[in-house]
């Protein structure tokens, strides 16, 4: 229980409470371990938690009248999801799907909204969280509208080096399947196998889910 409060200490949901008061709420909360691509949270579901990724990563997605889904975010460890839900109550935007295995706790709706209302700082987080959540959003148009797929890679993969490698060589392990973080990207996963592809002349190579960058410098270049 110590290791998961001092994931939850960690969530934006509770900056700026002291470690007393996180810890006696979240005595209160469920956790559940869901398997990969298991659904915690249906679209257009009646509201009844709200959640915070413990381990794993989780999947948010949205559908349309004929069914095919598009993922629109994945949850990583101390991230929540259903916050928004303080706003005011309603139903699920969203659905929910545990990439490849996941820990989540869940807070009543009501018992938490009963604690936001004795500690208001969690109404100013939760629109916090909502205004990073909108601002990401709209990053995520403007990289649909102004860059290519091999771009949006090249991005993705220059996150995940370390600043000090300007120059150097990079190994790293992508976190999740390829079909993740195509979802992820707002590619088809044949999308982003040929953006890969259009990599190799920057000197990005990759065997399973293992990338190695020649020279991050080359890399940016192709950003």
């Known amino acids: 229980m110590l290791a998961k409060n001092s994931m939850l200490l960690q969530s934006d949901l509770f900056a700026g409470l002291d470690q007393a008061t996180v810890e006696q709420f979240t005595g209160t909360a469920e956790f559940r371990t869901f398997a990969a691509d298991e659904k915690i949270v249906a679209e257009g579901q009646q509201e009844s938690f709200v959640y915070c990724v413990m381990n794993g990563f989780v999947r948010l997605s949205k559908s349309e009248s004929a069914g095919r889904e598009a993922d ?40 938490l909204q009963a604690f936001a209302d004795q500690h208001p700082v969690v109404h100013r987080n939760v629109m916090r969280i909502m205004g990073r ?15 290519t797929a091999a771009q949006r890679v090249a991005n993705y993969l220059m996150s995940r080096c370390p600043a000090s490698a300007a120059t150097s060589r990079v190994t790293f392990r992508l976190p999740y399947r390829k079909r993740i973080l195509a979802g992820k990207l707002g590619l088809a996963p044949e999308a982003l196998s040929r953006a890969f592809a259009a990599l190799a002349p920057s000197g990005v190579e990759v065997r399973g889910k293992v990338v190695l960058v020649d020279s991050v410098d080359l890399l940016r270049e192709a950003c």
């Not at 975010?73 to 295995?101: I, K, M, N, Q």
């Not at 959540?133 to 860059?147: F, K, N, Q, S």
């Open 72 to 111: 629109i975010c994945v949850c990583e460890p101390g991230d929540t999801f259903g916050e928004y839900l303080l706003a005011g109550g309603g139903s699920y935007a969203y659905s929910a799907r545990s990439a490849d295995g996941a820990e989540v706790a869940l807070f009543a709706l009501a018992e």
């Open 133 to 147: 959540h909108l601002l990401g959003a709209m990053d995520c148009i403007a990289g649909d509208r102004l860059l």
